[in-house]
């Protein structure tokens, strides 16, 4: 599965690359921060807006599909058209981004995923072409098809097929989880699931990434990946992944 997986996703960059474009590529290198989602801070991030990241994903991101109440940012997924199209996909989602780059620390959030088959509920770290660097990526993926469980994988210079699917012991979807990775320039990431380490990477499947990366949280239906995550069906309601915060802290 993870071969297909990763074409599609080589075609998924082409957008995620043209639409981080709008953002100065020479971004700075950000220090550590909390952030409660109080509001839109746009010195820190920003809303991708009008385009899709590529053939997998069903759906074009609307900057109005990330929004901000009582300390929360929701991500809606529904079927609200885009102006002038959403890339001719026909479902609209949000995904946002942070302005800076990012170096080895620790990388945390505390949210709640969507259950629905062919759904991805993400928090991640992605760097590419736009940046003026190779593609590199960190992931911690929730999956609607089976909310009991997370999924981890890494990207270094284009190359992924690092997937390990965690049991969770819980349903993300119910409520609110704090997820969180470690990645060190000694060569290690660690994943934690409520302070719980529950995973680690050594290099020894693959080289580890290396550049600084964009902190990232997005949530969106696949197409042509029904292996991977299910068919999605859309259930006539909007779909809503809450993020209570997130925090870096610089290693």
């Known amino acids: 599965m993870w071969r297909t997986r990763l074409t599609a996703l080589v075609i998924a960059t082409l957008g995620i690359t043209a639409g981080l474009s709008a953002t100065s590529a020479q971004a700075a290198i950000g220090p550590s921060f909390t952030d409660n989602f109080n509001g839109f801070d746009t010195g820190r991030w920003h809303k991708a807006d009008g385009y ?23 991500i809606n997924l529904d079927k609200t058209p ?32 969507v259950k629905n088959p062919g759904t991805v509920t993400s928090f991640f770290t992605y760097t590419g ?13 929730i999956l609607g098809k089976n ?20 049991n969770l012991g819980f349903d ?23 302070g719980r380490l529950v995973h ?18 997005n949530l969106w239906p696949g197409i042509g990946v029904d292996g991977w995550l299910q068919p999605f069906t859309y259930p006539g309601r909007t779909l809503t992944a809450n993020y209570d915060w997130v925090k870096y802290t610089k290693y």
Not at 55 to 66: E, I, K, L, Q, T
Not at 147 to 166: A, D, L, R, S
Not at 200 to 217: F, V
Request: charged content about 15%; hydrophobic content about 30%.
């Open 129 to 141: 072409p736009s940046d003026g660097q190779p593609w590199d990526e960190i992931d911690v993926e």
């Open 52 to 74: 899709s990241n590529g053939s997998m994903f069903n759906a074009g991101w609307r900057a109005d599909h990330v929004w901000f109440s009582g300390g929360v940012m929701g």
């Open 200 to 217: 680690q990477e050594t290099g020894s499947r693959g080289a580890l990434p290396t550049h600084p990366k964009r902190i990232m949280m």
């Open 172 to 194: 993300a979807s119910a409520g609110y989880h704090n997820y969180a990775f470690e990645w060190w320039n000694q060569g290690t990431i660690n994943w934690f699931v409520d």
């Open 82 to 113: 885009c102006p002038g199209g959403c890339s001719g996909k026909p479902y609209a989602s949000g995904e946002y981004r942070t302005n800076d780059l990012f170096t080895y620390g620790r990388f945390e959030a505390r949210l709640k995923a």
């Open 147 to 166: 909310p009991t469980q997370m999924q981890t994988n890494y990207f270094t210079n284009g190359v992924g097929g690092h997937e390990t699917v965690i």
